[in-house]
Each structure stands twice: as structure tokens, then as C-alpha cells.
């Protein structure tokens, strides 16, 4: 209920103030019943409404003119009540009075209504309320001139503030963008970083990893001295790291014989958990990372610089390894593994050399003997064309990855390397990470480009699990990724599992497992993402810059429209179609126009066909 005397009584309508607006009440047991300037009628509890005046009252309210001034200087730094205030202020006590009153102490200059009460401020407060309402007012006037100038595309000096307010938005800083706001412009990311490039303040910056929240630079962490322990020498032994001209992080080395009844191959590894125990400060960094970041701009390594310089295999004479001895049949099966830690001698090849290597015949043998084998299991190959994508200074380099006979042979052994490790981690009840997928939702016939897009489109995710299931894409009963600790976290747990289990140790428990799994593959999906947009920005601002004609490809009709690759590109676009034409068919396309923040390029097919 309302305090005695505060309430209506016979019959009459007390004015209130209710959510901020006046009202008319009535007593209605517990309970008030109110009549909103609207008509509208609600019943409420007393405590929901600030009492004016007893009444009666009437909602057609002009508050009358006043002695704000000289009430003021009389109460300075004084406690009234809104009736005390009306009295003074205007000479009565009525309900346009009271209204009056609330008005004056809701405006918040001389006076400051506290609960059911007013409060004067001091001359002190009065000069600070001032000041702060000018500085105010001057603010909200920059702000209305800076954005007038943003708009008209002529920012000035003083606009940085907003300039910077609008960045820190579309490198995902900030939730809002009150300049946006002001601008009638969306706030989404693809709106700030369009401003941006109108403005001239970003021509060629790539927001998506800063977007992600990924670092940008290196860990700069010590490294522990290599323990000490004992490794085979291998040193007099053939080892091959083969990779991509200018790789900078040889994490796998090989090498394989013809031996009776099959063939020995030799998968050495970086013994990158000798350094990096589960736990320790490079641990922790490296999950929080999940993975090597590549990007055209450069790579950013999930570990500090120097892990790679001393255990990156063939850049030190000697390199210390995890080495991966496997028995292979004629007809590609694993009939045996061994592994332990080793001293290798490593050179480098790329796959382009590898292929002029004569010790490398019996490498192609056992890769086509268990490719052969995984494709009768069921295995899918998909081979869709791939660029490397490099920024170098103000020039971005597109550059396809040829399809060398010599790449197949790399990643036959490192799945055949996968494959043992997950067999043993099974046969010794290890905790391990295994990576499994599920059968694909069809299996597209014929061959060729769209063939391949389309089969693509029906795989399911790899998943890693801590408990084995087949992978039905690579065709294999098990499988576990364990030739990359270098630059893929789970991989190095892979390898921290497997070292414990050599030394006897206790390895990580089915649930420290897990744990990392689900920890490294949240942080390996915005990895990924950030690559792949980060590829597709630098090559959108090489099309801008230089143009591009080319073949395209259909690889999907979808209506009127087809989705093309163009293979020099690595890259898939959207063309209307003049005409139907056959999945498969070629047509030159010629680059017409890019939306940079969406991530957009168009293209239009030239007349005459390819």
C-alpha cells in the first residue's frame, strides 16, 4: 500500500508517476488500478509507482511557470520532499505543480530526485553537472560532424577516433559500431571493412585471422636442451624429407628397400615430444594455437622458431627422430612396426627432384602396393587442382601445385605411418587420437573434374575420437595423424602418447585425452578458416590488381547458373549459363569485378567458349 495520506481516498484519483509517465490511481485492495495517459487500465502494486499528489487530478498536465532558480539557491545541498519542491518552486501544491516538480528533478540540473525524495545539489555539483553536459554536447557534435564528413568521403584528422572505432569493429574488437549506426550502414563486419576501403584507410589488409582471434606472431618461448637418452644411429642410412619448393617446416623424412617377401620402409618423424612434454609451458602454447597457421602474408608457427631450426628434419646435419620401421607385403599389407627414437641423416628434396631420385623406386613401389590396397578397401581420391597463394612484398604470386607422381608417394607412407601408429596404440591400449570418417552419403561414378566436386560434396568430416573407428575415406580399419608434430597440436600428443609408452611412462589418460581433442580441434577449425579465407582474400586483390581470362570448368549447375573451378585459380565462381551445357564443359572466363569484403569475385563467360 501506499504511506498514509499518499493514497486516494473517497472515491478520488491520486496522480502517479508510472515506468517514467503520469498516471491516474486508484485504490483497489492490495493493489492500484491505473489510468495511463493512453486509456489503457492496469492494475499494479503500490511499489511499482513514484506518489505525486492526492488529487484529484486529471492526466491533461502543464506544468506551470516557476521559481526553479530561487528554490534552488534556498535548498543547496539540501534533502525535500517533491511536495516541499512544488511548494516552493511554484507557490501551490497541485497536481500540475507536483508534475512540475518530478520534471524538474527528472531533468537532473539543480535537482536530483533520490527515492521518494529530492535532493538540491550543491554549487559544487551544479558547475560539474554543467561541464560535464557541454563536454557532452560538444562529443555528440564532433560525432555529428565526423560522420557527416565520412559520409561525404572526406574524413578529417580529428575523425580518427571514429576511424578507429569502425576498424576495431571489423577486425571483430568491438560487438557494435555506433558510427555505422549513424552512416544507415549495417553492422556487420563486411559493411566496416567496405568503409574502410571507400575511405582509403585499408587497400590490401587482411582482417580474417585478427577476426578469428588467431595470434599473429610467433611463441617466444626457450626451449629445453634434447634429453638425453638413447637412439639408434641411422646416420649412414638414405632419408628423404620431400616437400613443396620453399617449405620451411620439414617435419618427415623416408626412405624404403626391397627386403624378401615385401619391403622395409623407414618414416622418421621430429622427435618434437622430446622436447615438448604434456603439460608444459610449449604444451599448453601449442594447444592453445592448435596448429601452424599459413597464410600468403607468411607462416605463424605453433611453435617457437627455434623447435623447427633444431628438430626440423635436413636442417641441422644431424636431426633426432621418431622413426617408424614398417614391414610391407608385395600386395601392400602392414605386417609388422617398430618404433623408436633415432639420429638421421636427412636430405631435401622437393617433389619435382624426387622424381629424378633412382633410390627412390622402391618409395613408388610399396606407395602404389598400399594405394592399390586402400582403393580396393573402398578408399576415394579425390584430386581437384590446388594453388599456393604467397604475398611477397606488393606482389601476390598464385602458383598451382602440379600434380607430381611423387606426392602420392609422400602420402602413402604417411598414411601408411598412421596406420601402424594406430594399430599399436589399439594392441597396447593406449589412449590415442584417432581421426575416423564415415562412409560418404553416396559414391559418385565417372571421372573428372565434376565428378571429383561432386564427391567431394558427399564426404563426411573427419572426426577425432579417442576410441578407433575406420576411416572409410582413406579406405583403412584405423588411422591416426602422427607426421606432423611440427605443426599440428594433436599430432604432437599422438607422439607424447607413443614416447611414454617407449620409456614406460604413464601417457595421458582417455580423459586428458579428450581434452585436448576437443580444446585443439576448436582452435584447428578457426585455423582453418582463417587459411582459407585469408587464400581467397590475397587471391580476390590479385584479380583486382592484374585481371585474369582463363578456362573455367562446370562442375555444378544450379538453375540458370553454374558453378565453374578455374584450375590456374584454385578457385570456384558462379556464372549464368546462356545456354545448357554438359558438367565437364570448358569456357574462358574473364574476371569482371570483385566484392572484397564478402569475399566475392564474378565473372562473365566470353562469347566463342573456350
Known amino acids: 500500500m501506499a504511506p498514509k495520506g499518499r493514497h486516494p481516498g473517497n472515491g478520488s484519483q491520486a496522480l502517479v508517476v508510472y515506468k517514467g509517465k503520469p498516471a491516474l490511481a486508484e485504490e483497489e485492495g492490495e493493489r492500484l488500478e491505473l489510468t495511463l495517459v493512453t486509456g489503457e487500465r492496469l492494475r499494479v502494486r503500490p511499489k511499482d509507482v513514484l506518489f505525486l499528489h492526492p488529487g484529484p487530478a486529471s492526466l491533461d498536465l502543464r506544468a506551470p511557470e516557476g521559481e526553479e532558480e530561487a528554490a534552488w539557491e534556498l535548498l543547496a545541498g539540501q534533502m525535500v520532499s517533491l511536495q516541499e519542491l512544488a511548494e516552493l518552486v511554484y507557490g501551490a501544491y497541485t497536481p500540475e505543480a507536483a508534475w512540475g516538480a518530478y520534471l524538474l528533478a527528472q531533468k537532473g540540473e539543480r535537482f536530483v530526485l533520490e527515492g521518494e525524495g529530492v535532493r538540491a545539489r550543491t554549487a559544487e555539483e551544479l558547475e560539474a553537472w554543467r561541464r560535464a553536459k557541454e563536454e557532452k554536447e560538444a562529443r555528440e557534435r564532433a560525432f555529428r560532424e565526423g560522420v557527416a564528413r565520412l559520409k561525404a568521403g572526406s574524413p578529417a584528422p580529428e575523425d580518427r577516433p571514429l576511424l578507429a572505432e569502425v576498424e576495431a569493429f571489423a577486425l571483430g574488437r568491438r560487438?557494435?559500431?555506433?558510427?555505422?549506426?549513424?552512416?544507415?550502414?549495417?553492422?556487420?563486419?563486411?559493411?566496416?571493412?567496405?568503409?574502410?576501403?571507400?575511405?582509403?584507410?585499408?587497400?590490401?589488409e587482411n582482417p580474417h585471422p585478427r577476426r578469428l582471434g588467431l595470434p599473429l606472431e610467433?611463441?617466444?618461448?626457450?626451449?629445453?636442451?634434447?634429453?638425453?637418452?638413447?637412439?639408434?644411429?641411422?646416420?649412414?642410412?638414405?632419408?628423404?624429407?620431400?616437400?613443396?619448393?620453399?617449405?620451411?617446416?620439414?617435419?618427415?623424412?623416408?626412405?624404403?628397400?626391397?627386403?624378401?617377401?615385401?619391403?622395409?620402409?623407414?618414416?622418421?618423424?621430429?622427435?618434437?615430444?622430446?622436447?615438448?612434454?604434456?603439460?608444459?609451458?610449449?604444451?599448453?602454447?601449442?594447444?592453445?594455437?592448435?596448429?601452424?597457421?599459413?597464410?600468403?602474408?607468411?607462416?605463424?608457427p605453433?611453435?617457437?622458431?627455434?623447435?623447427?631450426?633444431?628438430?626440423?628434419?635436413?636442417?641441422?646435419?644431424?636431426?633426432?627422430?621418431?622413426?617408424?620401421?614398417?614391414?610391407?607385403?608385395?600386395?601392400?599389407?602392414?605386417?609388422?612396426?617398430?618404433?623408436?627414437?633415432?639420429?638421421?641423416?636427412?636430405?631435401?628434396?622437393?617433389?619435382?627432384?624426387?622424381?629424378?631420385?633412382?633410390?627412390?623406386?622402391?618409395?613408388?613401389?610399396?606407395?602404389?602396393?598400399?594405394?592399390?590396397?586402400?582403393?580396393?578397401?573402398?578408399?576415394?581420391?579425390?584430386?581437384?587442382?590446388?594453388?599456393?597463394?604467397?604475398?611477397?612484398?606488393?606482389?601476390?604470386?598464385?602458383?598451382?601445385?602440379?600434380?607430381?607422381?611423387?606426392?602420392?608417394?609422400?602420402?602413402?607412407?604417411?598414411?601408411l605411418a598412421g596406420y601402424a601408429a594406430a594399430h599399436l596404440a589399439l594392441r597396447e591400449g593406449l589412449p590415442f587420437p584417432y581421426a575416423t570418417q564415415e562412409a560418404p552419403s553416396r559414391r559418385v561414378e565417372g571421372e573428372g573434374l565434376a565428378a571429383m566436386w561432386e564427391q567431394r560434396k558427399a564426404l563426411r568430416r573427419t572426426q577425432l575420437r579417442a576410441t578407433p573407428a575406420p576411416h572409410?575415406?582413406?579406405?583403412?580399419?584405423?588411422?591416426?595423424?602422427?607426421?606432423?608434430?611440427?605443426?599440428?597440436?594433436?599430432?604432437?600428443?599422438?607422439?607424447?602418447?607413443?614416447?611414454?609408452?617407449?620409456?614406460?611412462?604413464?601417457?595421458?589418460?582417455?580423459?586428458?585425452?579428450?581434452?585436448?581433442?576437443?580444446?585443439?580441434?576448436?582452435?584447428?577449425?578457426?585455423?582453418?578458416?582463417?587459411?582459407?579465407?585469408?587464400?581467397?582474400?590475397?587471391?580476390?586483390?590479385?584479380?583486382?590488381?592484374?585481371?585474369?581470362?582463363?578456362?573455367?570448368?562446370?562442375?555444378?549447375r544450379r538453375g540458370s547458373q553454374g558453378v565453374f573451378l578455374l584450375p590456374e585459380l584454385g578457385l570456384s565462381t558462379e556464372v549464368v549459363l546462356a545456354q545448357p551445357l554438359p558438367l565437364g564443359a570448358e569456357l574462358r572466363l574473364s574476371f569482371r569485378e570483385a566484392d572484397l569484403p564478402a569475399l566475392e569475385a564474378h565473372f562473365t563467360a566470353r562469347l566463342g567458349g573456350a
Request: proline content about 7%; some cysteine; aromatic content about 6%.
Open 302 to 415: 605453433m611453435l617457437p622458431p627455434e623447435a623447427t631450426a633444431l628438430l626440423g628434419l635436413g636442417l641441422q646435419p644431424v636431426s633426432p627422430a621418431l622413426t617408424f620401421e614398417l614391414r610391407v607385403s608385395e600386395e601392400g599389407e602392414l605386417r609388422e612396426e617398430r618404433l623408436f627414437p633415432s639420429w638421421v641423416r636427412v636430405q631435401r628434396l622437393t617433389y619435382a627432384e624426387a622424381l629424378e631420385c633412382p633410390d627412390l623406386g622402391p618409395l613408388r613401389e610399396v606407395a602404389e602396393a598400399f594405394r592399390r590396397r586402400r582403393l580396393a578397401q573402398g578408399a576415394l581420391e579425390i584430386t581437384l587442382p590446388e594453388v599456393k597463394v604467397r604475398v611477397e612484398g606488393d606482389v601476390v604470386r598464385i602458383t598451382p601445385l602440379l600434380p607430381y607422381e611423387s606426392r602420392i608417394w609422400v602420402r602413402e607412407a604417411m598414411l
Open 175 to 204: 560487438k557494435e559500431s555506433p558510427v555505422l549506426r549513424a552512416l544507415g550502414l549495417p553492422e556487420t563486419l563486411e559493411a566496416a571493412h567496405g568503409l574502410l576501403l571507400r575511405l582509403g584507410l585499408w587497400r590490401r
Open 472 to 556: 572409410r575415406g582413406l579406405g583403412l580399419p584405423l588411422y591416426a595423424q602422427v607426421t606432423s608434430p611440427l605443426r599440428r597440436y594433436l599430432d604432437l600428443v599422438a607422439h607424447q602418447q607413443l614416447r611414454a609408452w617407449l620409456k614406460g611412462e604413464r601417457p595421458l589418460s582417455q580423459a586428458e585425452l579428450l581434452e585436448r581433442v576437443g580444446a585443439a580441434e576448436a582452435v584447428a577449425d578457426a585455423v582453418r578458416e582463417a587459411e582459407r579465407k585469408s587464400k581467397l582474400h590475397w587471391t580476390l586483390l590479385h584479380l583486382m590488381e592484374r585481371g585474369y581470362e582463363g578456362v573455367g570448368v562446370l562442375v555444378e
Open 218 to 300: 610467433a611463441p617466444s618461448l626457450s626451449l629445453p636442451p634434447l634429453p638425453e637418452e638413447r637412439r639408434e644411429d641411422l646416420t649412414h642410412l638414405l632419408a628423404f624429407a620431400i616437400d613443396d619448393e620453399g617449405s620451411q617446416d620439414p617435419d618427415d623424412a623416408l626412405y624404403a628397400e626391397r627386403v624378401e617377401g615385401g619391403f622395409r620402409l623407414l618414416v622418421h618423424v621430429a622427435d618434437v615430444a622430446a622436447l615438448v612434454a604434456p603439460g608444459s609451458p610449449m604444451d599448453r602454447e601449442a594447444l592453445r594455437r592448435g596448429a601452424n597457421l599459413y597464410l600468403p602474408e607468411g607462416t605463424v
